[in-house]
């Protein structure tokens, strides 16, 4: 793989040390605000400081060319002719009609539209809300439209996804997308309401002059901006952020896709071939339950690269998106409190601004001031992906809300190494590659159970009923 060493030593001869803090600036009325920096992902700054990493790195990558040319080997010699065999890719693209196609279309301009309106109508509340002398009635009725909005898009997806209805893949794919543009908008109203509520001055001592480091200016940003911000690869939202100052580079966006699409395909082979059942017979479960624990850090491993890194750097290099810290080091977690920081810095940026220090802020200085907002912000999460599964998968299995929700928090709250830190480290990989393959596993089971036992679809318990059991008695 190319390790994408021109235009990334720039901003990593600039960038600090990994650590687990994001940048932040304090303020006694903020909290914590992130504050953006030209910084490189933290698996592009070990490939430019350490040969040995990047070794290792390259090794992994011959692995997946010869993975990939051991499966096409197969496939060929079974079929007496050139062939690759990608049942669960078929499977996840489903019935690829230009109807479904056309709803996913429809679907995710009228979801980009509804984004795009929001900057409008909040400029449009600015300057309604100043032709009353009271206000509260303008900023309920707007706040209700813009909830009609969210509605509209919920509304939208399940159409496309149950109704029309379209393939798992495009299923996820609006989902995210859904998901995404509702977190930007509402980070944009919330960083932008104060603008207007609170007025401040870019040369006051205290205060956004302060906390946000300049990123933030007094005036609310132009819609040049917040478009930018709608597709740039963070979820809050600044008026300015670090930008390369060269032009894109192409040789990079193209190693990243590639890089991104390899390893998307391997983990694809991989699940197919040692997590799919071939049948709903004892021994293939039991086999199948054994292999997901087996290989549940190497499908978290791969999602980090192919999503987290590889995915996100190539929008940001498209963007001049400098400050590219979507993750950090977290195969260095001791607790899962940093874990979970460090794992997705996109999504737990958000969930910190917006979930954890408000309801901080409003427990006030009372007991258990920390755990009682950790736990909102675990089961957020937990509720997004939730949604996230249930929109492609087709059905509602509360699985990884219970692994969250459940020995989710009992594990933030308490480390059971806490004393060595090695033997800590090696039980939260060991422990969260275990949990990853069981909810990829459980969640793969019920699935396939409905494919191997299908059933009618009388009413809207189908969806939140589970079948796995039922098809495993039928079948044993």
Known sequence: MDKSKKGVAKLANGSTSDNSRANVRSDKRNGLARVFEAKESSINRLLLGDHNFQAVYDVCAVHIVLFAAFKIARDSLAAGRLSVELPLFYLAMGDFNLRS???????????????????????????????????????????????????????????????????????????????????KSYSFLRETVKKILTPWNKDDATGPAVYYAGQ???????????????????????????????????????????QSMGILWSAGVLYQELLVPSSFRHSTVVTSVLNSFAIGFIILLLFNIGILHSWMNMNAEILRFADRQFYTDWWTATSYAVFYRKWNTIVHDWIHAYVFLDI???????????????????AASSIIHEYLLAISL??????????????????????????MKRVSNVFILAATGMGMGVITFGYTLEYMSRQYC???????????????????????
């Open 101 to 183: 196609i056309l709803a996913f279309f429809l679907t995710e301009l009228l979801l980009l539209s509804l984004a795009v309106c929001v900057h409008p109508g909040f400029m449009a509340w600015k300057t309604i809300r100043t032709w009353f002398p009271h206000t509260l009635p303008v900023d309920i009725g707007f706040l209700i439209v813009y909830l009609l909005g969210l509605v509209s898009a919920f509304a939208t997806v399940m159409w496309a996804v149950f109704t029309v209805p379209i393939c798992p893949a495009l299923s996820f794919v609006i989902g995210i997308e859904q998901v995404r543009l509702s977190m």
């Open 216 to 258: 933030m200016e007094p005036q609310v940003g132009s819609l040049a901006n917040y478009l930018y911000f709608l597709f740039a690869p963070t979820l809050l939202y600044r008026d300015r952020y670090p930008r390369n100052n060269g032009p894109i580079n192409w040789k990079n966006v193209m190693a990243y896709a590639a």
């Open 394 to 419: 087709g059905f509602c299995m509360p699985f990884l809300s219970m692994f969250f929700g459940g020995a989710g928090v009992l594990l933030y709250l308490f480390n059971p190494c806490f004393l």
């Open 454 to 476: 299908p059933q009618e679809q009388l009413n809207t318990d189908f969806f939140f009923t589970l079948h796995l059991m039922n098809c495993y008695v039928a079948h044993n």
């Open 360 to 378: 901080k802020n409003l427990l006030g200085a009372r007991g258990l001031v920390n755990i009682v907002p950790a736990f909102f912000s675990i």
